[in-house]
Structures are given as structure tokens and as C-alpha cells.
């Protein structure tokens, strides 16, 4: 399972900034389970929007957020809606945003960090890949992870080694810098990259207390069992 948790309100009411109407994306697999992006998460975070004076256009759960082709046959129905919206927030892991990022033309925006707490990982067919750093820039690289796309994992911006779109390390795989920016030119949004991209917060890559004291963590580290003392024989 990929364990994501919400980011706080301040934190997504910061990038939402200039966006008025929103169309939110929940999941119904990790993130129902870890309470991040499960029907009652969504209307509650829409809710809260209102509150805020933001008007949502709609929203959508998803079964699995991971699945492009189910993503976007799930998306198609409420075309209109997210047309009217000036963004997306999808409430689930790194993967699901990314997901999402790669069927929409708009801006996507993730409401939540996805955290590392060791064990298994969840399973999805699609190129994405979540490194679960627990403080996903992805609203700044139009859902594109700069930590997996990139062979380098750079976050403040290609190397410039990268050769007719190809990494300088890893030529057979595309640029992932390249791709970001090619994202951003495509929906008009380059002047995200305007936005400094603050260092990661590493101290977030390690679940806290709280998330280690709950069933989902116990669930995926069973406690380690100490060996038996070895028998000392005496001769
Ligand atoms: S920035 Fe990348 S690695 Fe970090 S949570 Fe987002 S998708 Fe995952
Ligand atoms: S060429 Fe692109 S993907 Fe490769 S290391 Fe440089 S910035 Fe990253």
C-alpha cells in the first residue's frame, strides 16, 4: 500500500492562490484506506474550499488513481466540469497526481505528501513512479516527479547534459527536466518554474511517531522477533 497524508490547508490554500474554481479527484484504493482522498475526504476538502470563497466545479472518485485508461474514462463524464475549473487538486499519492496530471490538460495540483514506511508498495501498470519523499513538489512540475523522472533526481532544474530530448546519463530515457518543461509549455504554464523550488524537506521521507504507532504501519513492518540466545555448551 502507498501511504499518503494530507498536506495542511495553509500549505494547499498557498498554491491554490489565484485559482477560484476547482475540480477535485479523490481514490478509492491507498487513499481511502490512509483517509487522504475517500469520498467523505473530498467533500469534507470541498467544504473546506468553500469556506475559503473557492467554488467547486465537481469532484470524482476514482477506484484506482494509478490507472491512467480507468482515470481518464472516469474523468470523461465530467468533462465540463473540470473544462470550468482553472485547476485540479487530487487528494491521493504521488502516483494518482501523476496519473491524473497525465490525462487532463490543466493544472494539477497534489493535496497530499506521499510518506515511506518501508514494506510493500503498491502495483500500478503506468510509467509513474512515486519515491514517496513525503513533500511532493509535483504542483510545481506539472505532475511531472522531478525525483524520478530525472536519472538525477535534480529538483531545481535540468543539468544540461540532456541531448535531442535524451538524459546524458541514461540515453535511452527521456530528459526528465525536458519533460517537465514541454508539460508546462504545452498548458501555458510555464511561469511555474518562476517559483523557487524551496529544498525538500528530508525530514519528512521518515513516517513520524504518530504514523508509526498506527495499525496501517504495523500492518506493513510486523515488530522485528529477537532471535533465541544461542546455547553456550560447556565441554
Ligand atoms: S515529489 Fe515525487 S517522490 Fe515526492 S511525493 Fe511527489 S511524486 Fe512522490
Ligand atoms: S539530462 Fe535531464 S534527466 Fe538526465 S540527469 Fe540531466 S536533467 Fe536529469
Given at each position: 500500500m502507498i501511504i499518503s497524508e494530507l498536506k495542511p490547508l495553509p500549505e494547499i490554500l498557498g498554491y491554490l492562490d489565484k485559482d477560484k474554481k476547482l475540480f477535485l479527484v479523490g481514490c478509492k484504493g491507498c487513499a481511502e484506506v490512509c483517509h487522504t482522498g475517500d469520498e467523505p475526504q473530498v467533500l469534507e476538502m470541498k467544504q473546506k474550499l468553500e469556506k475559503e470563497g473557492k467554488k467547486v466545479t465537481g469532484h470524482c472518485v476514482v477506484d484506482?488513481?494509478?490507472?491512467k485508461a480507468l482515470v481518464k474514462t472516469r474523468l470523461l463524464p465530467h468533462e465540463d466540469e473540470i473544462d470550468a475549473a482553472d485547476s485540479l487538486l487530487v487528494m491521493t499519492c504521488g502516483i494518482g497526481v501523476q496519473a491524473t496530471a497525465a490525462v487532463v490538460n490543466k493544472l494539477v495540483h497534489p493535496a497530499a505528501n506521499t510518506i515511506n514506511v518501508g514494506g510493500v508498495g503498491g502495483t500500478w501498470r503506468g510509467s509513474e513512479r512515486c519515491r514517496?519523499?513525503?513533500?511532493?513538489?509535483?504542483d510545481l512540475t506539472g505532475g511531472i516527479c522531478p525525483l524520478t523522472a530525472c536519472t538525477k533526481s535534480?529538483?531545481?532544474?535540468?543539468?544540461?547534459?540532456?541531448?535531442h530530448g535524451m538524459?546524458?546519463?541514461?540515453?535511452?530515457?527521456?530528459?526528465g527536466w525536458e519533460q517537465i518543461y514541454d508539460r508546462l509549455k504545452e498548458r501555458g504554464l510555464?511561469?511555474?518554474?518562476?517559483?523557487?523550488m524551496k529544498p525538500l524537506?528530508?525530514?519528512?521521507?521518515m513516517p513520524r511517531p504518530e504514523m508509526m504507532a498506527t495499525p496501517r504501519y504495523g500492518l506493513e513492518n510486523p515488530p522485528a522477533v529477537p532471535k533465541p540466545a544461542e546455547e553456550v555448551k560447556v565441554k
Open positions: 484506482f488513481l494509478c490507472d514517496e519523499c513525503g513533500d511532493c513538489v509535483l535534480l529538483v531545481s532544474g535540468a543539468c544540461g547534459g540532456a541531448s538524459c546524458e546519463i541514461s540515453k535511452d530515457r527521456p530528459c510555464l511561469n511555474r518554474l518562476d517559483d523557487l524537506d528530508h525530514n519528512k521521507l
